[in-house]
C-alpha cells in the first residue's frame, strides 16, 4: 500500500518535470494566437522559418556552438588525457570552480576582461568573443565526460603499445583515441547543446552582429509571447532531446 | 612525459585567460571607485562593500538568500519520495533516472519559456480557470516570488534527486530488513534507519541546489519581472544599465564566496566527496 502511493506520487512528480513542456509543443500547431485550441496548424512554424531575425540568430547560433564545441572537444580531450595520466589538482580544480561558477559572475568577469583589453586593441565584442566565453564553460563538460571513459581503460593496453616501440603520441593516437572515441563524440554534442542553449554568458559578451537564438527568443519573451516562440522552442527541445539522448547512447557503450 | 605537458597546455592556457583572469579581474574592480564614464578609476576603497550593507541591497542579499533556501527546502521534500521511488524500481531504474534527466538536458532558457507561457494572463492556467468559470477576470500568477520559487524548484530538482539517489542506491536493504525484524514500523525506519543514512546525499544535493540558486539570473528575470529581483539580476544590472562596475563586482564576490564556503563544508565529509 506504501509503495503504491509512493509510485503514484513519483508518477505525478514526473509528469509534472515533462508536462510543461509538452503543452509547449501540443500549444505550438495550435490554429490560434491565444491559449484555446482552435485546430492543428502549421502556420507558427511557418512564420518562424520566414522571420529574417530568427533565422540569422539561428545562424549566428550554429556558427558559434560549432567552432566552439569542436574546439572545447579537442582541447577538453587532450587535458583528460593529460589528467589521467598523471593527476593535475590545480587544474582540475579550476574546471570544477568554472562548473559552480554562477554565470551571471562567469559573464560579466569575462566582460570586465575583455573591456580592459580593447583600451589597448582596437576591437570590439563579436561573435569570436562569445566563442571564447562558450570555450571555457564547454571545457568541464567534456573533461567529464572523457574522464570518465577513461576510468574504464587499461593502462596496460598503452604499456603495451610503448613496449613495443611506439612513440607516446603514436600509442595515443592508436591504442586511446580509438577507445575514446565514442565519449568524444557524446562530449562533442553535450558541447555542441551547452552552447547553443547558453543566454546568460552570450548576452553580455556578445557584440551587436553576434546575437544568438537564445537571445531573440529572450526578447521576444520577454515583449509578449508570441505563438512563434512556441514554434521555435519545441524545434530546439525535440533537437536537443535527440541529441542528448545520441549523446547518452554513445556514453553508455 | 613530455607528451603529457602539451595536451594540458591548451586547456590550461584557456582556463587561465577565460575563467581564472577575469575573476582577478573582478576581484580587483571591487576595491576600486565608478570611473566617470563607467569602468573603473582609482582610489582603492572598499566603498562597494560597505554599500552592500545599505539596507536596499541587504534586502535584496536577504531575498536572495530566502528564495533559494526555499528552492532547496522544497527540492528536498519533493525530491526524496521520487530518488526513494527510483532507487527501489528495480529494472527500472535507468528508465525513471533518464525520464528526470531528460528534460534537465534541453534548453534552460525553453524550460523557463514554457512557464512563462503556461502562468502568463492569457496562458494555460488562467484560459482553464476562466474557462471553468472559477473566475472572471485573469489573475496575475507571474512576476512575483512564487513564480520565481516554482521556476527555481522546476529546473533544479535534477541536481537534488540525483546525489541522494546515488546514496539510497549504495544503501544496504539487509538494513531495512534488520531494523524490520526487530520490530521497527515502516516509518520508524524511515526516519531511523533510511534518513541518518541518506544524509551525505541529502547534503549534497542540497548545497548542489542552493548555490545554483542563490545566483540564478535568468528565472527571477523572467518570472520574477522586475519586482522580484535577486542578487544575479543586481550583478547583471551593475555591469549593464547602472554601469558601476566596482559595486557589481563587489557583490559577484559575495556570491562566489558564499557558494565556495558552502561547497567546502560540504567537501569536508568523505561520503559527499564521493558523491560528488
Known amino acids: ?253 | 612525459m613530455n607528451l603529457r605537458r602539451w595536451f594540458l597546455l591548451p586547456a590550461r592556457v584557456w582556463m587561465a585567460l577565460s575563467f581564472a583572469a577575469p575573476l582577478a579581474f573582478v576581484c580587483g574592480y571591487a576595491f576600486l571607485t565608478r570611473g566617470d564614464f563607467g569602468g573603473v578609476d582609482r582610489p582603492w576603497t572598499l566603498e562597494s562593500f560597505a554599500r552592500l550593507a545599505d539596507p536596499i541591497y541587504l534586502g535584496i542579499l536577504w531575498r536572495s538568500v530566502w528564495i533559494a533556501a526555499a528552492a532547496t527546502a522544497s527540492c528536498v521534500l519533493l525530491g526524496f519520495p521520487l530518488a526513494l521511488f527510483i532507487a527501489r524500481a528495480g529494472k527500472r531504474r535507468n528508465l525513471y533516472l533518464q525520464l528526470v534527466l531528460l528534460p534537465f538536458w534541453t534548453s534552460f532558457l525553453v524550460r523557463t519559456y514554457a512557464w512563462l507561457f503556461i502562468l502568463r494572463e492569457t496562458g494555460l492556467v488562467n484560459t482553464i480557470l476562466m474557462g471553468l468559470h472559477v473566475i472572471h477576470s485573469p489573475i496575475q500568477l507571474l512576476y512575483n516570488d512564487g513564480a520565481v520559487l516554482l521556476g527555481l524548484v522546476y529546473n533544479f530538482l535534477p541536481f537534488f534527486v540525483l546525489p541522494l539517489y546515488a546514496t539510497l542506491e549504495k544503501m544496504d536493504p539487509l538494513l531495512l530488513e534488520a531494523a524490520a525484524d526487530l520490530g521497527a514500523k515502516p516509518r520508524r525506519v524511515l526516519w531511523r534507519v533510511i534518513v541518518p543514512l541518506s544524509a551525505p546525499g541529502i547534503a549534497a544535493g542540497s548545497v548542489l541546489v542552493f548555490i545554483p540558486c542563490l545566483g540564478a539570473y535568468l528565472t527571477p528575470d523572467l518570472l520574477g519581472g522586475g519586482k522580484s529581483i535577486m542578487l544575479g539580476n543586481l550583478i547583471q544590472n551593475q555591469f549593464t544599465t547602472s554601469r558601476d562596475w566596482p559595486f557589481g563586482s563587489a557583490a559577484s564576490i559575495v556570491l562566489m564566496l558564499t557558494g565556495a564556503l558552502l561547497l567546502s563544508a560540504l567537501l569536508r565529509s568523505r561520503a559527499a566527496r564521493e558523491l560528488l
Open chain 1, 1 to 253: 500500500m506504501r509503495s503504491r502511493w509512493l509510485a503514484v506520487y513519483s508518477g505525478a512528480l514526473l509528469a509534472f518535470l515533462h508536462a510543461p513542456l509538452l503543452v509547449l509543443i501540443v500549444f505550438s500547431f495550435n490554429a490560434s494566437r491565444f491559449t484555446v485550441w482552435e485546430g492543428f496548424s502549421l502556420r507558427w512554424y511557418g512564420a518562424a522559418v520566414n522571420d529574417p531575425q530568427l533565422s540569422e540568430s539561428l545562424v549566428n547560433s550554429l556558427i558559434i556552438a560549432g567552432v566552439s564545441s569542436v574546439l572545447a572537444t579537442l582541447i577538453g580531450t587532450l587535458a583528460a588525457y593529460a589528467i589521467w595520466r598523471r593527476a593535475a589538482p590545480v587544474f582540475s580544480g579550476s574546471l570544477y570552480l568554472s562548473l559552480i561558477t554562477p554565470e551571471i559572475v562567469s559573464g560579466v568577469s569575462l566582460l570586465a576582461l575583455f573591456q580592459w583589453f580593447f583600451r589597448f586593441a582596437h576591437l570590439k565584442l563579436g561573435m569570436y568573443t562569445v566563442v571564447i566565453a562558450h570555450v571555457a564553460f564547454s571545457l568541464a563538460y567534456v573533461a567529464i565526460v572523457i574522464s570518465a571513459r577513461l576510468k574504464s581503460y587499461d593502462r596496460s593496453l598503452e604499456e603495451a603499445a610503448l613496449d613495443l616501440g611506439a612513440t607516446e603520441w603514436r600509442a595515443f593516437r592508436k591504442v586511446t583515441l580509438p577507445f575514446l572515441a565514442p565519449a568524444v563524440a557524446a562530449a562533442f554534442l553535450l558541447a555542441l547543446v551547452v552552447s547553443f542553449d547558453d543566454y546568460v554568458i552570450t548576452s553580455l559578451v556578445a557584440g551587436v552582429d553576434s546575437e544568438t537564438l537564445p537571445m531573440v527568443i529572450y526578447a521576444m519573451a520577454r515583449r509578449g509571447v508570441s505563438p512563434v516562440v512556441n514554434a521555435v522552442s519545441s524545434l530546439i527541445l525535440i533537437a536537443f532531446g535527440g541529441i542528448i539522448l545520441i549523446s547518452q547512447r554513445l556514453q553508455r557503450q
